[in-house]
């Protein structure tokens, strides 16, 4: 994944660090600003002191590091540019400091967010809506104002996931259970769904789930080297001697830390994935969504669009897998078998979430220094078996102008996303229906930028831009309301974000597409397809198959592998 800017010069983008800390003032010392703020009941807030250790690492991988760190559970970020260059930086995030969920706590019912400093043991509940909850969230995250900034990105960043419901308002998503008969919106019954009785669905009630790490290992492909990285918290914006000794311990302690991280580093092994790669291992599926039912609910999607009521639905369907895998096994799989701009192993079950692991070809909202963008990909082709038939797939792909005409709605509205944020005459389009190729499909993409506006914040404009309208449709409430009455379940993690968000305003997040989810004794996939005038069901029925597969795949192979891990709990190994 691309990273948060570590240059010490760069500004906010409003200029104002003050006025994010709730002062209303632009004048004054932060650590004056801060004391007035708590002062005023302004709640928890966790000034950090970044220690980091520089490390040669011309010999190490993120995932050989991910092994030796295997105990503290860490979330893994990489990048596979468009799906073949390297990004330039590897992240591996562990031990964290805040914790900040987002849920409903009853079905219908309102939410809050529940803030955890895990340093002190102390937490704050907010009933703010989403959007002011997050905001406030990152005002409580602040480097320590004597602290040098540090030349290593990533630091100080929450990290984390935002499921697809957040578009209906923070509010709890109505469940009706997967085999429940019920009328759609054009008035048919609703076919039952063959799911497993008792299966776990996507938890509906967490919204948003993130985290401040205070452990980081951030690899610089470009460099060869790496950082070990200790987020210190400090109780008070001051630095005097119990400040200073408190650090003085840390940086001892951290320097053993690392010191024994590359001791671990030379002593791990790690087992070569196994299996040729033309090879593909059956991979039963306990609960597979029943084709009618989706072949009736493009049918009343379908009849929306005659009406006008509206341009385009995503649909999704949702494969669930019984079992006991290894996330970083299927993730080691998938990464190799689909390599992807946004690649992660996202792990939350220490916060009461699940495990994921994801390779998304599709970025959501990107801001940096101020300038925001999105990639919208809308249009799919099978993989040809050749060059030459991959040549010809192209060639159709590009001259289809029903798939031309869904890409073209879902620029549209990704450029009014952005004029909505930004200065509209600094929105353009970068790039514009481009084919980029990935393991099992090839899709049009195209790139859109623009300058955010001062008095918009980053936490604003992601609100605006969520759910990407590649994942639900045009226009967007409409589309979301048909999602809401068609598909049996909440998505949860599925079609929402995954990513990293920056106090200081910037932020990168994929669409959680191609993503697995681990929960104790199974795994789901979910794909979908994007239903406009002149589809035809049987053909987006194989588009959700052939996106399903990537992930089922992975899921095969890992099983089917020589020297398969024990695993417990949620799913992964302990």
Do not use: C
Request: aromatic share 6%.
């Amino acid at each position: 994944m691309d990273a948060p800017s570590g240059d010490p010069d760069r500004k906010r983008r409003d200029g104002a660090f003050d006025d994010r800390l709730g002062t209303g003032r632009t004048s004054g010392t932060l650590a004056e600003n801060v004391h007035a703020l708590l002062r005023s009941g302004g709640g928890l807030f966790l000034f950090y002191y970044p220690l980091v250790r520089k490390l040669y690492a011309d010999a190490w991988t993120p995932v050989v590091a991910y092994e030796a760190l295997r105990a503290e559970r860490p979330t893994l970020l990489e990048s596979a540019e468009h799906g073949a260059r390297v990004g330039r930086y590897s992240v591996l995030a562990y031990r964290p400091l805040l914790t900040f969920t987002y849920a409903v706590e009853s079905a219908g019912g309102p939410g809050a967010a529940r803030i955890r400093d895990l340093s002190s043991g102390t937490e704050e509940r907010l009933t703010e809506a989403p959007e002011a909850a997050l905001e406030a969230f990152l005002t409580r995250i602040r480097r320590h104002p004597g602290a040098p900034a540090p030349d290593v990105p990533f630091v100080g960043a929450a990290i984390g996931a935002f499921s697809f419901e957040l578009a209906y308002g923070g509010k709890a998503p109505v469940i009706r259970g997967p085999a429940t008969p019920e009328k759609g919106p054009e008035g048919a019954p609703r076919a039952k769904d063959a799911r497993a009785k008792g299966a776990s669905a996507a938890d509906p009630l967490a919204l948003i789930r993130v985290f401040l790490p205070g452990r980081l290992v951030v690899f610089d492909h470009l460099t060869k080297t790496a950082a070990y990285v200790g987020l210190v918290p400090l109780s008070s914006p001051e630095l005097g001697s119990a400040e200073r000794a408190a650090l003085t311990e840390a940086e001892a302690a951290l320097e053993a830390e690392a010191e024994a991280f590359v001791a671990r580093l030379g002593k791990t092994a790690l087992p070569a994935l196994q299996g040729d790669r033309g090879e593909v291992p059956e991979m039963p599926v306990t609960a597979e969504p029943v084709d009618g039912a989706f072949v009736e609910q493009v049918g009343s999607v379908l009849a929306a669009v005659r009406r006008g009521a509206v341009e385009q639905v995503v649909l999704s369907r949702r494969y669930e897998v019984a079992g006991t895998f290894d996330p970083f096994l299927v993730y080691r799989y998938l990464r190799a078998e689909n390599p992807s701009p946004y690649l992660f192993l996202l792990d939350l079950s220490g916060f009461g979430g699940d495990v994921y692991a994801g390779s998304s070809p599709e970025s959501l909202v990107r801001i940096e220094g101020g300038r925001i963008s999105t990639r919208p990909i809308a249009g799919t082709r099978p993989r040809g078996k050749t060059p030459e038939e991959d040549a010809r797939l192209e060639a159709e792909l590009l001259a289809d102008a029903k798939e031309a005409a869904e890409h073209d709605m879902l620029v549209r509205l990704a450029e009014d996303d952005l004029r909505a944020v930004a200065d509209p005459e600094t929105v353009r389009i970068e790039a514009y229906r481009t084919v980029e190729r990935y393991s099992h499909v090839m899709h049009l993409v195209s790139h859109l930028s623009g300058r955010l506006r001062r008095e918009v914040t980053p936490v604003e404009a992601l609100f605006r831009l969520f759910p990407a309208g590649t994942v639900s449709g045009a226009p967007r409430a409409a589309a979301l309301a048909l999602i809401r009455r068609l598909e049996p379940e909440p998505r949860g993690l599925y079609a929402g974000g995954v990513g990293w968000i920056h106090p200081d305003g910037d932020l990168d997040l994929a669409i959680a597409i191609r993503t697995i989810r681990f929960y104790a004794g199974g795994a789901t996939v979910q794909a979908g397809a994007g239903i406009v005038a002149g589809s035809v069901p049987e053909r987006e029925l194989e588009e959700t198959r052939r996106k399903a597969m990537a992930l089922l795949r992975a899921l095969a192979r890992s099983t089917a592998h020589a020297e398969p891990f024990a695993a417990t709990g949620k799913g992964h190994r302990q």
